[in-house]
């Protein structure tokens, strides 16, 4: 018998209903549809009007529940990747077992900004390695409203909230399951993308207030220049040292940061674009949220197959960046849920009407 995998075995996501808009910002900030969208990808985002990360994450993994028939009892273990957690402590993991009712399981949370997912997910799949765990329930939720200045166009054109989650179950078919990953970390890179203000360098104060210390700083140009080499070098990586190349690669999940970053990265890996998930158009980036939520929504939909060879790559503050490689295993459900049909049917031109604008935009700026 080979060595026991962690696959995993259930998705599921959520996004507020409130829809934030390039052409609401417009009325908010010095920006336009047309800078935004060329630039980014972005056309709108999500926003929680009312309540916290912990009720994000409460909501998707309501989904994954009901996606599955899995009870929240039979959870052992919850990771919880975030960086706008409720509180500094208890943890947000705490707040949703008490909120969800996972009376047997124990948890934390991870912080690692944009790569906290796929950080969260080796560490869950390692649990689930060690033979000890049968049920680890991963999570990626951001509220990154709550950390925005609505005034600075550079970063809140950039940002939604969202949550996404995935159960991993043991399997010992070495066909199927988490094959291998690659992380880095640069901590030359932090004071590219960082909140200064909260914590114990400075703590809450009028004058940390006053200097919008609790907000996002990005230099985006500097994290830019290295994000877009470094997910697309990771992502090539991990399929070289496998054996593969482009074409053994059903599926790219890239974080939904940017789509020049994601569309440079398809290149890297000699995949064309239609073997590329992409929704930043819809949600924008919601940091550790962006993977699973493409990962539910392209399984919702029947995209995301069992058999299919998938490669998840993420970069974020710290700096930190890397790549998982798995092959999928999680069946198809019967038909689109009705809350997504429409978005299935269109899913496909809306990504070819992105990325289309985006060489448009390329060629007029050669």
Partial sequence: MGQRRATITAVGHYVPEKVLTNFDLE????TSDEWIRTRTGIRERRILEKGATSDLAVEAIKRLFENSGVAPDEIEVLIVA????DMFFPSTAAVIQEKLGLKKAWGFDLSAACSGFIYALITGAQFIESGNYKKVLVVGADKMSSIVD?????TC???????????????????????????YMDGSGGKYLYMPGGGSLNPPSHETVDKKM????????????????????????????????????????????????????AER?????????????????????????????????GKLKPGHMVVMSAFGAGYTWGAVLMRWSLPNPPKPRPD???????????????????KIKNEVGK
């Fill in 269 to 301: 890996m000699g995949l064309d674009l239609s073997k590329v998930m992409i929704n930043i158009d819809r949600y924008g980036n919601t940091t550790a949220a962006t993977i699973p939520l493409c990962l539910s929504e392209y399984w919702e939909c």
């Fill in 27 to 30: 009325k908010m900030v010095d």
């Fill in 214 to 265: 609790h907000y996002i700083y990005q230099d985006g140009r500097a994290v830019f220049k290295v994000a877009v080499v470094g997910m697309a070098d990771v992502s090539a990586e991990i399929v070289e040292r496998n054996g593969l190349t482009g074409k053994d690669i059903d599926w790219l999940v890239p974080h939904q940061a940017n789509l020049r970053i994601i569309t440079a990265t």
């Fill in 340 to 358: 997504v049909a429409r978005y299935c049917e269109e899913m496909d031109s809306r990504r070819f009407e992105m990325v289309e604008e985006l």
């Fill in 82 to 85: 975030t960086v706008t957690p």
């Fill in 157 to 183: 054109v950039l940002f939604g909230d969202a949550a996404g989650a995935v159960l991993l179950e043991p399997t010992d078919d070495p066909e199927y399951g988490i094959i291998d990953h690659v992380f």
């Fill in 150 to 154: 609505y005034t600075d166009r550079n």
